[in-house]
């Protein structure tokens, strides 16, 4: 049977269709999601694949250093990375920013990679408005999107941007219990405008140059629309 689903999944990717390896809840609103049996279970498989993956980092400096370029002009003066596990970008965003940067992990390591213990889908009173950038490559670790990217853009200070960094990783085939929301790369500006209710969108799209989890990625650009 596995290896029926096995061929069945190379066919479809074959032709331009990515799918998962597990049973998912499909949305209207353009993603697809793993369930758990509880949050806990969620938590715990968290904090277990950050322990294993400590040492790694999915970040690399050449798309940060992009991403620096864009921030500049903006003249930023403090920024905010969500699910950091042992800080690597919020380093290099310090370093290459010269301002302050911040990071969170819901693992128990964080502190001893200078991040601050936090589910990232919770409001925390001590961010609202207080970030020029908010930047992530976890979102996919998210099990509730609308939810995890309305804290974000609440976290933002007024003309501040959310970056996601989506590749083809963060769509079905990259798709875990570990990395439960999948979005086909394409479809982010339409998934995310569905969630916000239309009070944030992707306004700007950065495209880096080199390819990256398997072949060309974005960086999203969330901002809050006019009306809000
Ligand atoms: C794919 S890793 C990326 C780590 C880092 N950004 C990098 O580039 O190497 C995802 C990280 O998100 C963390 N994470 C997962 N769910 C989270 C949540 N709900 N809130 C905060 N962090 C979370 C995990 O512990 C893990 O360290």
């Not at 020029?132 to 999107?145: E, R």
């Not at 086909?184 to 944030?200: H, K, Q, R, T």
């Not at 390819?211 to 809000?228: D, E, H, P, Q």
Request: charged residues 25%; hydrophobic residues 35%.
């Amino acid at each position: 049977m596995r290896a029926l689903d096995k061929i069945f999944r190379s066919y479809l990717q074959k032709r331009g269709y990515a799918v998962s390896k597990l049973p998912v809840r499909s949305f209207d609103d353009g993603y697809s999601l793993v369930s758990y049996s509880s949050h806990d279970e969620y938590v715990s498989i968290q904090i277990d694949g950050n322990k294993k993956k400590i040492d790694k980092v999915f970040a690399d400096e050449e798309t940060i250093g992009i991403i620096c370029d864009y921030l500049r002009p903006r003249s930023p003066k403090r920024g905010l990375c969500h699910g950091s596990r042992n800080g690597t970008e919020v380093r290099w965003f310090r370093e290459k920013l010269g301002i302050e940067v911040i990071g969170s992990d819901i693992s128990d390591t964080a502190p001893d990679h200078g991040l601050i213990q936090w589910d990232f889908h919770e409001r925390n009173p001590d961010w609202v408005g207080r970030f020029d950038f908010v930047y992530t490559n976890s979102h996919d670790h998210a099990y509730d999107p609308k939810k995890a990217i309305s804290a974000w853009v609440e976290q933002l200070a007024p003309g501040g941007v959310l970056l996601l960094e989506h590749t083809l990783q963060h769509g079905p085939q990259g798709q875990t219990k570990l990395d439960p929301l999948a979005i086909d790369l394409p479809v982010v500006p339409f998934a995310i405008l569905n969630m916000s209710d239309g009070e944030y969108a992707v306004t700007d799209i950065i495209k880096p140059a080199h390819n990256k989890g398997g072949g060309r990625f974005y960086v999203y650009v969330v901002t809050r629309t006019l009306s809000t």
